[in-house]
C-alpha cells in the first residue's frame, strides 16, 4: 500500500487479497483531489505530510550526514503513532509504527565521512537496534550483493564489530610445552595406536606405528608394527604434533607452523647448529663425513660421536644389505647384537634417537645434546 502524488491529486494504491480468479497483482486504487482534501480533513493533511516528508532526506555522497537524517525520518515516520499509521494498520492488519529496523536504499554511491563517492556499500550505527532513533540502516543498490549488504549492516546494529585486521581468522599460540616422559610412545606414535584401537580397518591389525612422510608432515600416515606399509589415516594430524623428528616446528590444522627456538609460534628465531638460540653458529665444530665399506662378517665401528653432540645425521646414500647400529656406553642400543630394529623412537645416550629403515635404506637422526658417547657400527 502507498501514496502517489500527482499534481494535486494523491493516488492511494491498496493490493486486494482474496483474488485467486484474477491473474496478475490487482489493487484497489482512490483518488483524492486537493479541492476535497482543502475541505477540512485532519487525516488528509496527514496524508499530506506522509508524502511531502520524503523530500526532506538528505540523499548523496556524505553517508553518515545521510544516515542522521533518515534516522531522523524513520523516528518521526514509525516513532509516532498517528491517524494515517492507524489507518494502515487497519488494512494491513498489523502496527507499521513496530518496526525493528529500517532500511533506506539508494542508488547513490556514498563513503562515510566525506561527501564524494567510494567504495562504501553499507552504513549503520553499531549496537543501534535498541535506540528508536538510531536502527536505520543506508544501503547502496549494486545488485545481488545489496542482500548480503543488508545482511552485514544489520550485525553491526545488532552489536557484531567487524575484524580489527586482515589476517587469518584463526590464531594459534602454545600454551605449554612439557617434555614427554620417558618410555612412552611419542605423539604420532599414540595417535595411530588410538587410531588402532577406534577402528577395524583393517581387521587383522592389531597395533599401529607413526611413519614420517616428508612430504606432507602434518599427515597421518601408520604402518603395521613390524611392517614397512605406510597407509594415510588422516589428513591432519592433532594439532601440537612436531612436523618432523628433530626442530620445534608443529602442525596445526593440517599445517606445519614455523615455531622459534624461543618458543612462540611464527617466531623466526633460530637455533644455531650449536643449539644457541639466535646464534652465530661459532661455538661449537661441524664434522662431516663419508664411510665405505666393503662385504665382511660382523661388526665394523665408523665413528664414536663424542658427549654433548648435537644435530646427529647418519644416512646412507644408497641402499645396502648391511644394516646401521649405535650404541651407548649403557646397554641401550639399536640393531645391536644381530637384532634388527623396526623404525621407531629409540632412547640413547640421553637423547631420542629416530631410526627409519625403509627396505633395505635407513637413517639415523637425533637432535640431541647426548649425555655420552655413542658408538656408530656397520
Known amino acids: 500500500m502507498g501514496f502517489i502524488q500527482l499534481n494535486e491529486d ?3 494504491i491498496e493490493p486486494l487479497n482474496d483474488t485467486m480468479a484474477i491473474t496478475g497483482h490487482p489493487h484497489r486504487v482512490y483518488r483524492q483531489k486537493r479541492s ?10 496527514l496524508h499530506s505530510h506522509y508524502c ?15 544516515l542522521e537524517s533518515f534516522c531522523k525520518w524513520q ?15 487497519t488494512s494491513w492488519g498489523e502496527d507499521l509504527t513496530s518496526v525493528d529496523a529500517a532500511v533506506l536504499i539508494t542508488r ?5 565521512h566525506k561527501d564524494e563517492p567510494c567504495d562504501t556499500v553499507g552504513i549503520a550505527y553499531l549496537n543501534g537496534m535498541c535506540s528508536e532513533k538510531r536502527k ?3 544501503a547502496e543498490d549494486n545488485g545481488l550483493n545489496l542482500a548480503f549488504t543488508i545482511a552485514h549492516e544489520m550485525g553491526h546494529k545488532l552489536g557484531s564489530e567487524a575484524r580489527d585486521c586482515n589476517g587469518p581468522r584463526k590464531q594459534y599460540r602454545i600454551c605449554e610445552n612439557p617434555p614427554c616422559p620417558a618410555g612412552l610412545p611419542g605423539f604420532r606414535d599414540w595417535q595411530c595406536q588410538a587410531y588402532s584401537v577406534r577402528t577395524s580397518y583393517p581387521k587383522h591389525v592389531l597395533q599401529w606405528q607413526a611413519v614420517l612422510d616428508e612430504e606432507k608432515p602434518c599427515a597421518l600416515f601408520c604402518s603395521p608394527v613390524g611392517k614397512e606399509q605406510p597407509i594415510l589415516l588422516s589428513e591432519k594430524v592433532m594439532d601440537g604434533t612436531a612436523c618432523g623428528y628433530q626442530g ?5 590444522n593440517g599445517r606445519c607452523q614455523k615455531v622459534g627456538c624461543d618458543g612462540l609460534l611464527g617466531s623466526l628465531a633460530r637455533e644455531d647448529h650449536c643449539g644457541v638460540c639466535n646464534g652465530n653458529g661459532k661455538s661449537c665444530k661441524i664434522i662431516k663425513g663419508d664411510f665405505n665399506h666393503t662385504r665382511g662378517a660382523g661388526y665394523v665401528e665408523v665413528l664414536v660421536i663424542p658427549a654433548g653432540a648435537r644435530r646427529i645425521k647418519v644416512v646412507e646414500e644408497k641402499p645396502a644389505h648391511s644394516y646401521l647400529a649405535l650404541r651407548d656406553s649403557g646397554k641401550q642400543s639399536i640393531n645391536s647384537d644381530w637384532k634388527i630394529e623396526h623404525s621407531g623412537a629409540f632412547n ?18 637425533a637432535k640431541g645434546p647426548t649425555t655420552t658417547p655413542l658408538h656408530l657400527l656397520v
Open 136 to 138: 536505520c540502516i543506508i
Open 10 to 12: 494523491f493516488i492511494f
Open 52 to 66: 511531502g516528508i520524503i523530500s526532506d532526506l538528505y540523499i548523496g555522497h556524505h553517508g553518515e550526514k545521510m
Open 75 to 89: 523516528h518521526e515516520e514509525f516513532g509516532k503513532k498517528n491517524d494515517i499509521h492507524l489507518e494502515m494498520s
Open 348 to 365: 640413547l645416550a640421553g637423547t631420542t634417537v629416530h631410526y627409519v629403515r625403509r627396505g633395505l635404506w635407513e637413517k639415523i637422526s
Open 36 to 45: 476535497v482534501e482543502e475541505k477540512a480533513t485532519e487525516k488528509s493533511a
Open 248 to 252: 620445534l616446528d608443529i602442525c596445526a
Open 108 to 112: 547513490k554511491d556514498f563513503c562515510v
